[in-house]
Nanobody, 124 residues
Framework: EVHLVESGGGSVQAGGSLRLSCTVS?????????LGWYRQNPGTECEFLTR???????YYADAVKGRFTISQDRTKNTVFLQMNDLKPEDSSVYYC?????????????????WGQGTQVTVSS
């Protein structure tokens, strides 16, 4: 079983930055999982944001491309999300995610499968 613990959320004014972290523990049933980030607000879908492969290839949703950067330290089982130029519409609960290589790209009904998430609030 895999456990994900996110941290680094908080409140920031529009234009500001935050850096989220996610520590991954447990055992995967497959090799070289992709790690990624999603977000979800009440009443909306779990929105895909970005993913990174074990060898560092990245992919971003258009909504965050150019503003958010995903990175990782697989030796410490940690993935990061640097968020710059934050906007009020970025306010959400952010979730770390994992899946087999290449499979993190769809939106889902719920993010709760992966963990508790961390709240990000951006004020105007």
């Amino acid at each position: 079983e895999v456990h994900l613990v996110e941290s680094g959320g908080g409140s920031v004014q529009a234009g500001g930055s935050l850096r989220l972290s996610c520590t991954v523990s447990g055992r995967f049933d497959y090799d070289d999982p992709d790690l990624g980030w999603y977000r979800q607000n009440p009443g909306t879908e779990c929105e895909f944001l970005t993913r990174i492969s074990s060898d560092g290839d990245t992919y971003y949703a258009d909504a965050v491309k150019g503003r958010f950067t995903i990175s990782q330290d697989r030796t410490k089982n940690t993935v990061f999300l640097q968020m710059n130029d934050l906007k009020p519409e970025d306010s959400s609960v952010y979730y770390c995610a994992y899946d087999k290589p290449g499979l993190l790209y769809s939106d889902y009904a719920s993010c709760h499968y992966w963990g508790q998430g961390t709240q990000v609030t951006v004020s105007s």
